[in-house]
């Protein structure tokens, strides 16, 4: 049974207007949340996290939002740029270590 | 610094062969990971080290065996490979405090083909 799911293995958007990656986890003993970008032929890059002590983390263009209740974590990219056409893998840790990823969201940004 | 070093990028074995996998970091992580990842997959835990000490093993075949000489290497020892160990093997660090960040800074991976 995954732990960490992201139920779109896609999305397309186009430039300019606003990604929402999203992702749903199960172990409720998960205390810190990560996305990572990858692009082909690399290994994963971090790219912004969330502790379970906050709803809403931002950075750049990049804001990551926890709802602890619902279990659910989103990744929102505004304005979403060519160059974050990525797979962005969503990630979560109890205590810091043992991190789980979820499957992984292809995400395209057209011109 | 802030890269972890993988090497070889490519490596191609039989399945009777014995090669290993290097990783290298010098950011002071004491954490220090296997991932294993297929085509269109997640990365997959397979070993933590953690202070140089073995933390975590995820039921990973006796045929991957890693090593870590010193905190900032760690090596995958391979024999005895089958077709399907076929993949991208990726090394990760991080810092082992709760309190931290916690994230993991991921090499380019060494794409494993066993014949």
């Known amino acids: 049974d995954q732990q960490v799911k992201q139920n779109s293995p896609s999305l397309s958007v186009q430039e300019g207007r606003i990604s929402i990656l999203n992702c749903d986890y199960t172990?409720?003993?998960?205390?810190?949340f990560l996305w990572y970008k990858k692009y082909p032929a690399e290994g994963p890059t971090f790219l912004i996290s969330?502790?379970?002590?906050?709803d809403k983390n931002e950075d750049g263009r990049f804001t990551v939002f926890l709802n602890k209740s619902a279990k659910h974590l989103s990744l929102h990219i505004v304005p979403s740029q060519p160059g974050d056409s990525a797979v962005y893998f969503c990630a979560a840790s109890a205590q810091g270590q043992n991190f789980v990823f979820g499957p992984g969201t292809r995400l395209s940004v057209l011109p | 610094d802030t890269e972890v070093t993988q090497t070889p990028k490519h490596l191609v074995m039989g399945m009777t062969n014995k090669k290993s996998l290097k990783c290298e970091q010098h950011m002071g992580h004491r954490a220090m990971y296997w991932y294993k990842q297929k085509a269109k997959k997640p990365p997959e835990l397979m070993f933590v080290?953690?202070?140089?000490?073995?933390?975590i093993n995820e039921s990973v075949p006796s045929r991957f065996s890693p090593e870590c000489p010193n905190s900032s290497l760690l090596n995958l020892h391979l024999h005895a490979l089958q077709p399907e160990d076929s993949a991208l093997y990726l090394c990760?660090?991080?810092?082992?405090?709760?309190?931290?960040?916690?994230?993991?800074?991921f090499g380019e991976g060494s794409r494993l083909t066993v014949l």
């Open positions: 080290y953690s202070y140089e000490k073995l933390s």
């Open positions: 990760a660090s991080s810092q082992v405090k709760r309190a931290n960040t916690g994230e993991l800074f």
């Open positions: 172990n409720s003993m998960f205390d810190y």
């Open positions: 969330i502790s379970s002590i906050k």
